[in-house]
């Protein structure tokens, strides 16, 4: 199972960047995928998850209405677009997976991307990948 960050860069603050998650190893329709950050000196915190079930998405309220998560299964790779960047979202970004189909049980709804995000914990991370945001 891995998990690979791309994308990540220096840009000005009103700037964007696109970041991906190229995921390899196991179904990736079967996961959940969220990405989440971490400042220097500051804790790990949710951006961004979404199910590869039904693509129900989650945001973070410091993000809604700037970033915007999508995911191709296909290609197994989750984009996550950030417009209108800021210094306070200068982070380095993880990307996780987290397996929500079991057997039979099929999971829907909003719920399932909100717990990745909520609860942190995931069966995979990658290395992640840094933003910078300067003013």
């Known amino acids: 199972v891995q998990l690979v960050e791309s994308g990540g860069g220096s840009v000005q603050a009103g700037g964007s960047l696109t970041l991906s998650c190229a995921a390899s190893g196991f179904r990736f329709s079967d996961y959940a995928i969220g990405w989440f950050r971490q400042a220097p000196g500051k804790e790990r915190e949710e951006v961004s998850c979404i199910s590869n079930v039904d693509g129900a998405t989650y945001y973070a309220d410091s993000v809604t209405g700037r970033f915007t998560i999508s995911s191709d299964n296909a290609e197994n790779t989750v984009t996550l677009q950030m417009n209108n960047l800021k210094p306070e979202d200068t982070a380095v970004y993880y990307c996780?997976?987290?397996?929500?189909?079991?057997?039979?049980?099929?999971?829907?709804?909003?719920?399932?991307?909100?717990?990745?995000?909520?609860?942190?914990?995931?069966?995979?991370w990658g290395k992640g990948t840094l933003v910078t945001v300067s003013s």
């Open positions: 996780a997976a987290d397996r929500v189909v079991v057997r039979s049980f099929v999971p829907r709804g909003g719920y399932v991307p909100k717990q990745l995000c909520n609860e942190q914990s995931p069966e995979r």
